[in-house]
């Protein structure tokens, strides 16, 4: 039987992932903002919304033995575009906030789920070349989707706010019934082009066995590695990305907020220029060229220069914090150079994860390493709104810079064969 070209399904599987994503993380932060709240409300409400993240190893067996990974996926991808609609319905009545806050860990759920389907899938379907090729294509549409949702996304909401002149609350609206409708489209075209892996395999298990592979796949994963290089990934998983989980909102909100705020005062569709244009440009660069020094010369030779793209691009914000440009160019360049070293070193993460997963329980081993990562993105930015608040950006910013070395630290102890990622013979 002919394989289907990956290029088919692997850039709408994956903005189906990011999409959801980047409406909980961010897109609900600048809705959140525009309704009122504070910076320590927004980032201590939006962080708990990465619970589901962090607990989806708990049921990421059930996905693996339960059904096929194709078969969640859609699932997932219907029940999605249900929560978008909830969001939608819910922001004009007396409730709002509980009831935007319900949806929105519905939807969080349901997004957790579809990516240890989609990850599955992902690893079922693609050999061990083509899973590290198509890796930097994967993050580029991924973040094309976070790039959408932090920049055209956004942007229409402005407009509909100035063209309809209208409560604020209607017009996100709007914007979600629209977002509910892209996901019953996504969900109808993934419906036909997703293929059939032969190794994807319906599966009859009882609640006994359920619960034995959960066991398993958890005692098989921390028995990868002897303790103490355990220990190490562990930390690398947490920590790799810990001056992006303090920077995440604090940057959505730096942009946006008045200038007597301490913010740039970007208006919607500033932000959507800045964000959705010039940085999805340095985004597609940095991501696809990561995938391909990777995948030519392996992830132990490009380990180091990743770090650094992912790290010290962050001056940006200590800049913008002082200069305060009113040149949006200006600011679009800093998020340009920002963006660029971002797709390089979340190559890096996403190779890792791959790279200690192999085996058995490839899905749930990488929904446990992602569980542990966004626990790392999860508890940072739970505080960085008070800290923030606490010491005004510009010093928030230079902080950031200083936690940076946690990054360098925990990926000085890691382990990675030479080998990997490179082309077999």
């Given at each position: 039987m002919k394989k289907r070209n990956p290029w088919a399904w692997i850039p709408t599987l994956y903005l189906s992932e990011g999409f959801p994503n980047v409406i909980v993380m961010t897109v609900a932060v600048t809705m959140y903002m525009q309704l009122g709240m504070s910076d320590t409300e927004i980032a201590l409400y939006t962080s708990w919304l990465s619970l589901p993240w962090v607990i989806k190893p708990l049921w990421s067996p059930f996905v693996d033995l339960f059904k096929t990974k194709r078969w969640w996926v859609l699932a997932m991808q219907l029940l999605l575009g249900a929560s978008l609609g909830g969001v939608a319905f819910t922001l004009n009545a007396n409730f709002w906030f509980q009831g935007s806050m319900f949806f929105f860990f519905m939807m969080a759920f349901s997004s957790a789920t579809h990516d240890i389907a989609a990850d599955g899938y992902?690893?079922?379907?693609?050999?061990n070349h083509q899973q590290t090729f198509f890796v930097g294509i994967?993050?580029?549409?991924?973040?094309?989707?976070?790039?959408?949702?932090?920049?055209?996304?956004?942007?229409?909401?402005?407009?509909?706010?100035?063209l309809l002149r209208t409560k604020v609350a209607y017009t996100w609206s709007l914007v979600f019934y629209g977002l509910a409708g892209l996901f019953l489209a996504l969900w109808l075209y993934h419906s036909f082009i997703l293929p059939h892996p032969i190794a994807d395999r319906k599966q009859k298990v009882n609640a006994q066995e359920i619960m034995v592979g959960i066991g398993k796949s958890f005692s098989t994963f921390f028995k990868k590695f002897p303790v103490k290089q355990m220990l190490f990934v562990i930390l690398f998983l947490l920590f790799y990305r810990f001056p992006e989980a303090m920077l995440t909102k604090m940057t959505t909100t730096f942009l946006q907020r008045p200038s007597t705020e301490g913010g740039l005062a970007l208006?919607?569709?500033?932000?959507?220029?800045?964000?959705?244009?010039?940085?999805?440009?340095?985004?597609?660069?940095?991501g696809i060229v990561g995938g391909m020094l990777a995948s030519r010369d392996g992830l132990k030779r490009w380990l180091w220069p990743f770090v650094i793209a992912l790290t010290l691009p962050d001056l940006v914000y200590v800049y913008l914090s002082y200069a305060m440009p009113d040149n949006l160019w200006i600011i679009s360049f800093c998020l340009f150079i920002e963006q660029f070293g971002y797709g390089l070193g979340f190559?890096?993460?996403?190779?890792?994860?791959l790279y200690i997963c192999q085996g058995e329980?490839?899905?749930?081993?990488?929904?446990?390493?992602?569980?542990?990562?966004?626990?790392g993105l999860m508890l940072p930015g739970m505080i960085s709104g008070w800290l923030k608040d606490t010491i005004g950006y510009r010093a928030f910013f230079i902080v950031v810079m200083f936690l940076c070395a946690i990054t360098f630290i925990v990926t000085a102890f890691v382990k990675i064969d030479p080998t990997f990622g490179t082309k077999e013979e």
């Open positions: 992902y690893m079922l379907e693609l050999d994967r993050n580029t549409f991924y973040r094309i989707a976070v790039i959408l949702g932090t920049g055209p996304l956004i942007a229409a909401a402005g407009m509909l706010q100035v208006a919607p569709q500033e932000f959507g220029l800045a964000y959705g244009t010039v940085g999805l440009i340095g985004l597609l660069l940095g190559t890096a993460l996403t190779l890792y994860m329980f490839k899905t749930s081993h990488y929904a446990i390493c992602t569980g542990i990562s966004y626990l």
